[in-house]
């Protein structure tokens, strides 16, 4: 309980610094509309929450990444679900600190983290050209598969399943609504984390 409240309060002090970075990245090319600016309680909502979870797993296996992800993760979130972007400074700054803390902290399970990721990245990589999904979630599928091997290859399939039904229950759920049609762009960068997250979260095995 002290992690959770520990990671809300957190998640909260961080709140101001992740609207800055968000409105810095959140910015339309030439000639797309102007992006909504993201409000002080929606940021501190989503950080809060982020917070929560992280708190809520503490001690499991990889929780240095889980931190550092969630970290970047929200505000990779907040940007791809403003602008349908996830930027390169970002998904590269999450891959070299991801990459460091593995070296430091999961030395058992390097090798399965370099092959998920680049399972991931290439898997992401061919899946842009067939379906409607971004190079962005291709550039941030590596360092989400590195976090899930931690733990196995189990956790790296539930991951990808809980990212893709949710991003599914989304995409119906506003269809249903009328709020987007069928050809609308969906980000899946927010999904595919919070996949990783709930996987991470539900099959991460405690390391204390």
């Known amino acids: 309980m002290f992690a959770i409240l520990g990671g809300v309060a957190v998640g909260l002090a961080l709140a101001p610094g992740v609207r800055r970075v968000v409105g810095r990245y959140a910015v339309p090319y030439e000639g797309e509309p102007a992006a909504r600016p993201l409000s002080l309680p929606t940021a501190a909502l989503v950080s ?11 001690g499991v296996a990889g929780w240095p990444v889980l931190v550092w992800t969630a970290l970047l993760g929200v505000v990779l979130a907040l940007v791809d679900a403003s602008v349908h972007r996830l930027p390169d400074v970002l998904t590269a700054t999450l891959a070299a600190g991801t990459a460091i803390l593995l070296l430091v902290t999961e030395r058992q399970s390097l090798l399965r983290c370099l092959l998920a990721a680049l399972a991931l990245g290439l898997g992401f990589a061919l899946l842009a050209l067939l379906v409607p999904i971004g190079l962005g979630d291709a550039k941030l599928a590596p360092s989400l598969g590195a976090l899930l091997a931690v733990t196995g290859w189990a956790t790296v399939l539930a991951g990808l399943v809980y990212a893709f039904l949710l991003a599914g229950l989304w995409a119906v759920a506003l269809l249903l609504t009328r709020r987007a049609g069928r050809q609308d762009a969906l980000a899946f960068g ?11 979260l539900m099959t991460g095995q405690p390391t204390v």
């Open 48 to 58: 809060a929450g982020a917070g929560a979870a992280v708190g809520a797993g503490y």
């Open 190 to 200: 927010p999904f595919l984390l919070l996949g990783t997250l709930l996987a991470v």
